[in-house]
């Protein structure tokens, strides 16, 4: 009697956790689209440039001058 019982639970626990599951029927639709961008001309200002060349230019003024001083002051041997 208990087995039969037992059995009689387990087969409705069972069918009951089978039935609860859902399924997935949902589809995902993936499409390809081509999209067309206009390339404009790179602007030949200073806004096109890094902020590293932009810096390196600065510096390199800057030693410009100090090698110009220290020219000056050595004087010309001309």
Excluded: H, Y
Excluded at 20 to 36: A, H
Excluded at 37 to 52: N, R
Excluded at 56 to 75: F, L, S, T
């Amino acid at each position: 009697m208990r087995s039969t019982n037992l059995f009689a639970i387990l087969a409705l626990g069972s069918s009951l956790l089978v039935s609860c599951r859902e399924t997935v029927t949902e589809r995902e639709v993936i499409r390809e689209k081509e999209v067309e961008v206009e390339q404009t001309e790179p602007l030949e200002d200073e806004d096109s440039e890094g902020i590293i060349e932009r810096t390196g230019k600065k510096i390199d003024q800057e030693v410009n001058k100090e090698i110009d001083e220290e020219i000056d002051k050595i004087g010309d041997d001309n």
